[in-house]
């Protein structure tokens, strides 16, 4: 009875945490880090009982940045009526504008850099204090290999893993390097010691997240494990658990690891390799390090030893410069490569970066708008020959719940990463199903279990 007291009196007098994510998957799960961090007096709720609201935000495009800033407007006049409410903001956009958004938006209590969600705490405590409270200080060694993530909005099946934090490659038109600091990689052992506690948890799709973890390396006793070697022990750990990474740069996508995802089942047949461009000149600009000539090897090798591969991209339209002939040579490149999805943006200038210091952002806004349209015309038509070629085909299926369009129907994912609606028959969430597919959209396969 007292025992029962007692968590009833800790469970009462937690507080109430609303997480908003934006941006990308590192965010996801850099928000369960956060929740775990501060798990101690707070519990996750719905935004109309929280007693503290964060944003994890993201800086890569402007218009990430200015949804943002509207929020915050929206989230001022929700603090004025409820007493005790305090806002922090966290991420890239904390780290990019520092201190001066404290300034800048009324609403802020506090705001916290990608390295200083162990300092959360305080900064809360400080915040209620009435002090300027921010961190964003950037670390070449934090990973939070210790902390493990509460996973607070999940289907119970797919889960991020981050396995190391921060980017070295200076992209000319990226942010990232600047606000999320240099290449770290994680302690390999507390990598797998949390992809355990998944598949304990009964997860069954687990993803291995960086900013670009093929260059994941941990040296331990002169002994070196590359990102071939770890997804390997991965995979290892269970047959039935499915494990994807992302995202990969082309200059870093080897043989081995190739060879490595073609040998084991439970390692996805999906491959997201950004090109951003496909013009040499472009390329050169972006400081990409390959040509286009390369990535199309890449491309070959990936199809020669993994023939059922899906391959998706990222790609920048209208970049510094970029003339007519460049802008075909990217529409040639999707042709030729037959991508399977794609990202696409407009090009954002980015402060502090190599290419807002050196480069003209000279191609105009409607310019910009038309090719990213051809772009995304071109993708959907790929998108759509390729379902189509799956028209026949069987596929291996992790069932991941109810369809939303229809009771009698399920959802779930191939390998390669597509969705696929089927009839229910009676398979269940979480089993694996064999499906034979009849009919697609662009964005979707249809079937039948076999
Ligand atoms: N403008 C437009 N797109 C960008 N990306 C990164 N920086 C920019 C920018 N300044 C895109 C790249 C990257 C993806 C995550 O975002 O395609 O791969
Ligand atoms: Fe940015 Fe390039 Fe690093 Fe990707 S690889 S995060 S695009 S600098």
């Known amino acids: 009875m007292q025992r029962f007291f007692i968590l009833f009196n800790q469970i009462y007098r ?31 709720s719905e935004i109309k009982e929280a007693d503290l609201i964060l944003l994890n935000t993201c800086s890569v495009r402007d218009n990430a940045e200015l949804r943002i800033r509207k929020r915050l407007r929206e989230l001022g006049a929700l603090k004025k009526r409820k007493l005790g409410l305090q806002i922090g903001l966290l991420g890239c956009m904390a780290e990019r504008i520092k201190e001066k958004l404290l300034k800048e938006e009324a609403a802020l209590d506090f705001i916290a850099g990608p390295d200083a969600y162990r300092e959360l705490p305080q900064l809360i405590e400080e ?44 992209c000319s038109y990226c942010v990232v390097p600047y606000t999320r600091g240099r290449e770290r990689s994680r302690e390999p052992q507390s990598i797998l010691n949390e992809a355990n506690i998944l598949i304990e948890n009964g997860f069954k799709d687990i993803t291995l997240l960086g900013q670009n973890v093929n260059s994941y390396q941990w040296n331990e006793d002169g002994i070196l494990l590359n990102f071939a070697g770890l997804i390997e022990k991965v995979a290892l750990l269970s047959p039935l658990v499915r ?84 802008h075909q040579e990217t529409l040639a490149l999707m042709k030729e490569v037959g991508f399977d999805a ?81 009839p229910k028959m009676n398979s269940g969430k979480g089993d694996y199903v064999r499906v ?11 079937g039948k279990i076999i």
Request: hydrophobic share 35%; aromatic share 10%; with cysteine.
């Open 14 to 44: 937690m507080k109430k945490l609303y997480i908003e994510t934006y941006g990308c998957q590192m965010n996801v799960a850099d928000s369960e880090v956060v929740a775990s961090i501060l798990s101690e007096d707070y519990t996750i």
């Open 127 to 170: 915040a209620s204090g009435g002090q300027i409270a921010f961190n964003v200080e950037l670390s070449k060694t934090e990973t939070y290999d210790d902390i493990d993530p509460v996973r607070y909005d999940t289907n119970g099946l797919s889960a991020f893993i981050s396995i190391m934090r921060g980017c070295n490659n200076f």
């Open 436 to 446: 034979k597919i009849t009919d697609c959209t662009a964005a979707t396969l249809k």
């Open 342 to 422: 794609a990202y696409m943006f407009k090009y954002s200038v980015r402060e502090g970066t190599m290419a807002q210091k050196h480069f003209a952002d000279d191609v105009p806004e409607e310019v910009k708008s038309r090719r990213l349209e051809e772009i995304i015309a071109l993708q959907q038509e790929l998108s759509l020959r390729s379902n189509k070629a799956d028209i026949g085909k069987e596929f291996e299926v992790l069932v991941e719940g109810a369809s939303k369009r229809s009771k009698e129907h399920h959802f779930g994912r191939t390998s390669q990463n597509k969705v696929v609606i089927f």
């Open 243 to 326: 494990v994807r990474f992302a995202t990969s740069h082309p200059k870093d996508i080897s043989d081995e690891l190739i060879e490595t995802i073609a040998q084991y089942d439970n390692i996805c047949s999906y491959i997201h390799l950004p090109f951003q461009a496909g013009s040499n000149n472009m390329l050169k600009k972006m400081n990409r390090s390959y040509t286009r000539e390369y990535y199309l090897e890449r491309i070959k090798t990936i199809r020669r030893i993994i023939p059922d591969c899906a391959i998706t991209t990222d790609i920048i339209a209208g970049f510094c410069g970029e003339t007519e002939t460049d």
